[in-house]
């Protein structure tokens, strides 16, 4: 039985999308379909199997109930203002009602030219969207609040890049698509009707609680801000960088949205950023605070009007609220420190864990593997087994010394609070992950993908990265770095 749809989004004035349907291919043939998600979403497995299935995620098809629609967004790309944006390739096919009541949307990215294609051919390479849906399930799998992919389908078509490559479209799954720059959009060009909107459909969307509130519209920019500062804390303790955090791929939702120049850090070096345009670092790891800050900056910015119908009332309100974000995300990073190092929220636990990051970027270390390994370390330091390989953290230094210090500290602490240590590590392993989706092996699987339609590397990677804090030693060449043959230094936007 195929999906029922609602149209939500296309409800809205015609503002805010362009009517076009996705551009049928060929031959379209599956690659992945994430079976798992569907059910969650009550789709029926049957029919995402079908041949109806594959015309509907390919674009051949539009299903009676469905209006595919091309989201209308503006953005700040890297602090630059730019007016018109939108859906360039993507098609939001609609709204899809889970099992437990809540609301997904369904798109189609590399589906095809719509109104906001600036000359671009609407489609996608094989191989981001590869990358994309391997991303999302590993984010996902991680407990990173994230857009998840529902299938990756072969057009059967090639596309022109610098070289042709076969073409390929992905089905995201997000809880909305609506972004900062979407705010932007009717906020910059005049038009606060639509921001109102806009900002009632959030509402109904991620927070209904908020509908009759007498300061919904200052609330709703307050749980935004939570959700981002949160999701950045997240991301930045398992060494994650978006790559490129214009406003455009922030979602309100708190979600992370459009996987392009992303990357996990190996060796921990703060001011690591990936994004090949990304020439002064302002997307590095250690930056994505003071963007996110900012983005929300002009956020808040369009909802000044709604906020308070004073205009110096509103920005003090507003401001009031921006001035507490930089607290907020270092209460949730250091509480996300504390717990990787094994001990309770606090300052010296904080200062503590900020201390080893410092080493490991002067020691050159590994952060995931460094992380994993204090799970695996006796209180004791003489009943450590010093030979223990992949596990034992103080290899990964350049100067093991240096660890050596901060591990006497550690215990130190530990010893302090005592408690059951065993239980601490359990606690730890299930809070370091083991597995992370390093960029090499992103890009094994996308260059399988284009060179070969090689999809195995794919496959067996989401196998691996669905159980990322369990230990998984017949897979131990994926927590492995990369040799120095294999290091990816620049990955790219757009597909």
């Not at 996608?124 to 590869?130: H, K, M, T």
């Not at 994230?146 to 076969?166: H, Q």
């Not at 201390?355 to 952060?367: K, T």
């Not at 067996?460 to 131990?476: C, G």
């Amino acid at each position: 039985m195929q999906p029922n749809l609602s149209d939500q989004y296309a409800s809205l004035p015609d503002a805010f999308y362009a009517r076009v349907d996705p551009t049928p291919v060929a031959q379209p043939r599956v690659i992945a379909l994430n079976s798992a998600l569907a059910k969650s979403l009550g789709i029926d497995l049957d029919w995402l199997h079908s041949a109806d299935g594959l015309a509907v995620l390919s674009g051949k098809k539009v299903l009676p109930d469905s209006q595919p629609i091309a989201q209308a967004y503006a953005a700040h790309q890297f602090g630059n203002w730019v007016p018109q944006l939108g859906d360039g390739r993507a098609h939001l096919l609609g709204e899809i009602e889970t099992p437990d009541g809540r609301i997904r949307d369904l798109q189609l990215k590399g589906s095809g030219r719509t109104p906001y294609s600036r000359g671009g051919d609407g489609r996608s390479s094989i191989g981001p969207a590869v990358r994309e849906y391997l991303a999302t399930e590993a984010m996902a799998a991680l407990g990173i609040p994230t857009t998840r992919a529902l299938a990756v389908i072969s057009s059967g078509e090639d596309v022109m890049r610098e070289r042709p490559e076969p073409g390929g479209i992905m089905c995201r799954v997000a809880a909305s698509h609506v972004r900062i720059g979407t705010f932007e959009y009717f906020a910059r060009n005049g038009h606060g009707e639509h921001v109102q909107t806009l900002a009632d459909f959030a509402i109904q969307r991620h927070d209904q609680d908020l509908a009759d509130h007498s300061q919904r519209y200052f609330k709703l920019f307050d749980r935004v801000a939570k959700r981002t500062t949160d999701l950045v804390a997240h991301w930045m303790s398992v060494g994650f960088v978006h790559g490129v955090m214009n406003t455009d791929n922030m979602a309100v939702s708190g979600e992370t949205l459009d996987y392009g120049p992303f990357g996990f850090l190996d060796t921990f070096a703060p001011d690591t950023a990936f994004s090949y345009i990304d020439r002064r670092g302002r997307y590095a790891w250690s930056r994505q605070p003071t963007i996110a800050h900012w983005n929300l900056a002009r956020l808040a910015e369009c909802l000044l009007p709604l906020i308070d119908s004073d205009p110096n009332q509103a920005i003090e309100i507003a401001n009031e609220r921006l001035n507490q974000i930089p607290q907020d995300f270092e209460q949730a990073f250091h509480a996300r420190l504390c717990r990787k190092i094994g001990l309770d929220p606090g300052q010296d636990a904080a200062q503590l864990a900020l201390d080893l990051l410092d080493r490991m970027a002067a020691g050159e270390a590994d952060m995931t593997l460094t992380f994993r390994a204090l799970g695996h370390l006796d209180l004791d330091p003489d009943n450590s087994n010093l030979n223990n390989g992949d596990l034992n953290a103080r290899q990964h230094f350049n100067e093991p010394e240096s660890f050596d210090q901060w591990a006497a500290n550690w215990r130190s602490a530990l010893n302090a609070v005592k408690g059951n240590h065993a239980e601490r590590q359990r606690s730890m392993q299930a809070t370091n992950p083991a597995f992370i989706l390093r960029n090499h092996l992103a890009q094994r699987a996308a260059d399988a993908a284009v060179n070969d339609l090689d999809f195995q590397p794919l496959h067996d990677m989401l196998k691996v990265f669905a159980k990322p804090f369990q230990n998984q030693p017949e897979h131990s060449a994926y927590q492995q770095p990369p040799r120095p043959g294999e290091v990816v230094a620049n990955t790219f936007c757009g597909t």
